[in-house]
């Protein structure tokens, strides 16, 4: 790009940071300062306004830029991620939405131990949940770094490195300053943006192929490289290896279920005043992200029809370009005025997509360390049954010092983990960002989804079932990943020039999914006591009536 055309796309950048800043501004003044306030937004947020949040908050960056990618890369294989990430959504609205809402209060973890031993199951919760939101900001940050990479050519890999520092920056304060309720805005206002910029991208590349769907798969297969391979299964996943064909069925569990194990997903539930509104933002959430989907397809095809899979292999062998490419393209090439415009433009809502969600994730991340992990380790005697909200009981109830406390602690947990998530995107560059968040859903999904599940509808199920289970799902997805072509043994590899891979697929969701469930089962099985049936009773009424809920 132009020095004229990049200094366009600086000052779109520039009016997103400050359209954000000046929302966590703006809800930092309103703050109460509660624990309330910080973590679910005081929970004041109509079932529109967070179903908008809902969908702000899961279409990231894996979703814009990663999946567009792969689809234009491997055309039908790259579609699962679209068809998975949607299917996902009917688990969230059938089983988990309006029980999380009623049982819990800031955390998945509160949800477990409204029946079960409190300081165990918050370790256990609160560890799975920092280290799933570190993978997911991993992806986003990987995404902003590949944006900017592109448009400041010339600069990559400074441009790369000062933007992850960046975006790493911003977020951190989003949630120092302005708790949920900036979190929240700034997730409404990048849905709308989002939803907006998909579109008029979708119809300019129908315009191109004059309506005509089957034109427009027939060009980009043929632009491919692969032929009517491109419109086939087997192209990424389901090859004539077994480990392939394995990897797309592991990666189809991850994407399905792992979105109802998803820490910042669940938090968002918290947001509104009753289960029956939770249950009213999936409903939106789903018609967004539903037709936010549908049009990836049409984006990732494009790419490969009107810029080539070969185009978009060079700019980046992972696929993260392939949307600004194509934006320049549909603009009329990218040495011209409108390209040039067109992917400053688009550059920009994505900007805005990557830095929404990171805030989100963020936020998830810091509400599990401080409410779950140091509540855990500084409260000197544990809640009484059925009272999920970290109440102490020697006596009095924790005094308003102590939640003041938990709020500083869960700020200081966002630059920790900021910190954390930025060293690991550096080393992570080259990986797809879908990619890098199937693999933060199959942890999810792993270490996450059996405790919810054996939490809310198994009457037997004990704390030592609960600790054994996040952390049956939760070791061997982290180890499997450790030991997969991910990390090292293939040229896109974390570390290409080492090999210590010795187990054969990328996602690890078919053997550490079951792992999980299975560790709960037989946990409970081997526990020296039984559940106390009166306590599942009481979490059941308050589940399903909201009886007693906050």
């Known amino acids: 790009m132009s020095g004229h055309h990049q200094t366009l796309t600086l000052l779109l950048f520039s009016a997103v940071v400050a359209a954000t800043l000046a929302i966590t501004s703006w809800a930092g003044s309103r703050r109460r300062g509660s624990a309330e306030e910080f973590y679910a937004g005081g929970r004041l947020f109509t079932p529109l306004e967070n179903g908008f949040a809902?969908?702000?908050?899961?279409?990231?960056a894996a979703s814009f830029l990663g999946i567009a990618g792969l689809i234009a890369l491997y055309g039908y294989d790259g579609m699962l991620y679209s068809?998975?990430?949607?299917?996902?959504?009917?688990?969230?609205?059938?089983?988990?939405?309006?029980?999380?809402?009623?049982?819990?209060?800031?955390?998945?973890?509160?949800?477990?131990?409204?029946?079960?031993?409190?300081?165990?199951?918050r370790i256990a919760l609160g560890s799975s949940s920092v280290v799933v939101s570190v993978l997911y900001l991993v992806a986003q940050m990987v995404g902003a770094g590949s944006l900017v990479t592109l448009l400041l050519s010339g600069h990559g890999a400074a441009a790369h490195t000062w933007t992850v520092l960046g975006v790493g920056a911003l977020m951190v304060f989003y949630v120092i300053c302005g708790g949920m309720r900036a979190t929240t805005w700034i997730q409404i206002v990048k849905a709308v943006l989002l939803m907006g910029g998909a579109l008029a991208l979708s119809i300019l590349v129908l315009l191109r192929f004059g309506g005509d769907l089957a034109?427009?798969?027939?060009?980009?297969?043929?632009?491919?490289?692969?032929?009517?391979?491109?419109?086939?299964?087997?192209?990424?996943?389901?090859?004539?290896g077994w480990a392939s064909r394995l990897d797309f069925v592991?990666?189809?569990?991850?994407?399905?279920?792992?979105?109802?194990?998803?820490?910042?997903?669940?938090?968002?539930?918290?947001?509104?005043p009753t289960a029956r509104a939770a249950r009213r933002s999936v409903v939106w959430a789903i018609g967004l992200i539903g037709s936010f989907y549908l049009m990836t397809i049409v984006l990732g095809t494009g790419a490969a029809a009107l810029v080539g899979s070969d185009a978009v292999r060079r700019s980046s062998p992972?696929?993260?370009?392939?949307?600004?490419?194509?934006?320049?393209?549909?603009?009329?090439?990218?040495?011209?005025?409108?390209?040039?415009?067109?992917?400053?433009?688009?550059?920009?809502?994505?900007?805005?997509?990557?830095l929404a969600v990171v805030a989100g994730i963020t936020l998830a991340a810091s509400a599990a360390a401080a409410h779950d992990l140091y509540a855990s380790f500084t409260r000197r005697v544990p809640a009484q049954r059925g009272d999920p909200t970290g109440r102490t009981h020697s006596g009095r109830q924790r005094g308003v010092g102590k939640r003041a406390d938990e709020v500083f602690v869960a700020r200081v947990a966002a630059v920790v983990v900021g910190a954390v998530a930025i060293g690991l995107s550096l080393l992570a560059q080259e990986l797809n960002v879908a990619f890098l968040v199937g693999l933060a859903f199959a942890v999810a999904a792993s270490a996450?989804?059996?405790?919810?599940?054996?939490?809310?509808?198994?009457?037997?199920?004990?704390?030592?079932?609960?600790v054994w289970s996040v952390y049956g799902g939760l070791l061997p997805a982290v180890v499997l990943v450790v030991f997969s072509p991910v990390v090292s043994g293939s040229p896109q590899a974390l570390f290409p020039d080492r090999d210590f891979a010795c187990f054969p697929l990328e996602n690890p969701g078919l053997v550490s999914i079951p792992l999980g469930f299975l560790a709960g089962w037989l946990g409970t099985l081997l526990s020296r006591g039984d559940a106390d049936p009166a306590r599942y009773a009481e979490s059941e009424v308050r589940s399903l009536t909201g009886a007693g809920a906050v």
């Open 250 to 272: 592991s990666l189809g569990l991850a994407l399905v279920l792992g979105t109802a194990g998803l820490p910042h997903i669940l938090a968002r539930f918290y947001t509104v």
């Open 318 to 354: 992972a696929g993260n370009t392939a949307v600004p490419l194509l934006s320049a393209e549909l603009g009329g090439g990218a040495d011209s005025t409108g390209g040039a415009a067109l992917t400053a433009l688009v550059a920009a809502v994505a900007f805005a997509t990557i």
């Open 54 to 60: 809902l969908a702000g908050d899961y279409m990231s």
């Open 448 to 466: 996450n989804l059996p405790v919810l599940l054996y939490a809310l509808f198994w009457r037997r199920f004990t704390t030592r079932g609960a």
């Open 83 to 121: 068809v998975g990430f949607l299917v996902a959504w009917l688990l969230v609205l059938l089983l988990v939405a309006e029980l999380v809402r009623n049982c819990g209060r800031f955390t998945l973890a509160d949800v477990v131990a409204v029946r079960m031993r409190e300081r165990p199951v």
């Open 215 to 240: 034109q427009l798969l027939t060009s980009a297969a043929g632009r491919s490289g692969h032929g009517a391979d491109f419109l086939a299964p087997g192209l990424r996943y389901g090859g004539a």
